[in-house]
């Protein structure tokens, strides 16, 4: 089994083990973090115990954790996992291996965060930040490249931390209480947008133009 923690409350956080006999001895460390973390436990053609998953889950209850998550090719862990109330996925194992993929993915800059960013919360990336779900007002997302929402944008973004005017921010739905880019700032518009269609956020001669986000796709 591998499990990966993710801290979302700033930058993301990952850390992965394979072997569940070290993972007790860093709960103390866990505790300290910060903000919420995700837990997701990976098991690839291996069968975890109800009693294995249930020490876990024990540990885990004891830190700020607000979502556990099991994906599975293996549907006695997968029962296991519900017998527990875990969240669990049974899955192919080319999929399990994929989303592991991704989750490994993450351990570079680009942060990919799923779910609503509430108001007061505070999310960073060193690259490209994209979130799957609503930026609530009230919120704050930045990220030194881009920034992607599908969904709702209605917070305030800041993309081109480290001064690229180039970098842009994008939205299904954009109505952000302020934009920025680099060192170049708007403030959102009052009326709501009339348009649903993508937008993005671009600096053109050091002001903010917003504009259709155009997808192209090869056939």
Not at 35 to 50: P, Q, R, W, Y
Not at 120 to 147: E, T
Not at 202 to 207: A, L
């Amino acid at each position: 089994m591998k499990i990966i923690i993710n801290n979302t409350s700033n930058n993301l956080e990952i850390t992965s083990f394979d072997n569940l006999e070290n993972i007790h001895e860093n709960f103390k460390k866990f505790s300290l973090i910060k903000g919420h973390l995700e837990v997701k436990f990976f098991a690839i053609n291996e069968t975890i115990t109800s009693h294995q998953l249930s020490k876990l889950k024990n540990n885990f209850n004891k830190i700020n954790v607000y979502s556990l998550r099991l994906y599975s090719n293996d549907r006695d862990t997968i029962l296991a996992g519900k017998s527990l109330k875990i969240d669990s996925f049974f899955l192919k194992e080319h999929e399990v291996k994929a989303k592991l993929l991704l989750q490994d993915s993450k351990k570079k800059d680009d942060l990919l965060l799923e779910g609503t960013v509430r108001s007061g919360d505070r999310i960073s990336s060193n690259g490209n930040l994209c979130i799957i779900g609503d930026v609530n007002p009230g919120a704050l997302v930045s990220a030194k490249k881009n920034i992607y929402v599908w969904g709702k944008l209605l917070g305030i973004a800041f993309a081109g931390k480290g001064g690229n005017k180039n970098a842009s921010i994008a939205s299904l739905y954009l109505n952000p209480l302020q934009l920025r880019i680099a060192d170049v700032v708007a403030i959102g518009p009052k009326d709501k947008p009339k348009n649903y269609y993508p937008e993005i956020a671009v600096v053109d001669k050091q002001t903010i133009n917003i504009k259709p986000y155009i997808i192209e796709t090869k056939n």
